[in-house]
């Protein structure tokens, strides 16, 4: 997978894929992130790359001609599956889209910032439009980021054992269950006998029941129209 994001403020970008996962990734060649400054598009002698919106109204907007010069030339070396837009009105990230997601092979994320995008990009480029949630950043690098590892992680090779990303919250709708490790006793808080019991069958049936029972008390709205509100 390759994913190019562009950006007008990359250092934002620099932490997050060069460590742990997503640079264990690109080492072993399963996946790229390229980042690119969209200033190196910018028009005039100003360099512009956002400018005041028709109608007036506080805030810049980012320009047209900047991204659009940035996507053209990204598209001019290889095709795309996605052409991502990460803006607080997009559609809600979530377990789902990310699966979507890390079958695609080229993606490209453009970081929304300011006041937005000219219109006219979301009109002619943009494939999807994604929010992380609820609320506003400063602009979507963060956000960008978070897609990214969240894609990346699925890719198989990505993680040490495949079977993690399986068992994560959220991948067949319910959060995971509680999780132990050494030492069995400490200071009186003792990890549950049946983790202990070697019992593989049980252990399984433990692990579903404490996932219900976890989703129940923190996320009851992911058990609509699963059958699982009412201690079934």
């Keep these: 997978m390759r994913i190019d994001i562009i950006t007008v403020v990359p250092g934002l970008l620099e932490g997050p894929f060069s460590h742990s996962i997503l640079k ?10 390229k980042v690119h400054n969209l200033r190196e598009y910018a028009i005039g002698k100003h360099n512009q790359v956002d400018d005041y919106a028709f109608g007036g109204g506080a805030g810049m907007v980012m320009m047209v001609e900047p991204i659009a010069k940035c996507i053209d030339a990204l598209k001019s070396e290889r095709e795309y599956d996605e052409v991502i837009y990460m803006t607080p009105d997009g559609q809600p990230f979530d ?3 990310a ?7 080229n993606i490209i994320i453009l970081c929304g910032h300011y006041k937005g995008v000219d219109e006219r990009i979301r ?16 602009g979507g690098e963060l956000a960008a980021a978070v897609v990214a590892d969240a894609v990346i992680r699925l890719i198989p090779g ?3 054992d495949e079977t993690s990303a399986l068992t994560d919250s959220f991948q067949d709708g319910l959060l995971a269950p509680p999780v132990y490790t050494r030492p069995a006793d400490y200071d009186g808080m003792k990890v549950p006998d049946i983790l202990l019991s070697g019992h593989n069958g049980k252990i399984e049936t433990w692990r579903f029941e404490e996932s219900v029972r976890r989703t129940k008390e923190r996320r009851p709205d992911l058990l609509k129209g699963k059958g699982l509100m009412n201690g079934d």
């Excluded at 699966?99 to 092979?105: P, V, Y």
């Excluded at 943009?126 to 400063?138: M, Q």
């Design 158 to 160: 990505v993680l040490n």
């Design 99 to 105: 699966n979507s997601l890390s079958l695609k092979g």
């Design 95 to 97: 377990q789902k889209m």
């Design 123 to 138: 009109q002619r480029y943009i494939t999807k439009e994604i929010s992380i949630g609820d609320f506003v950043l400063s």
């Design 24 to 33: 264990r990734a690109e080492d072993k060649g399963l996946a790229m992130v």
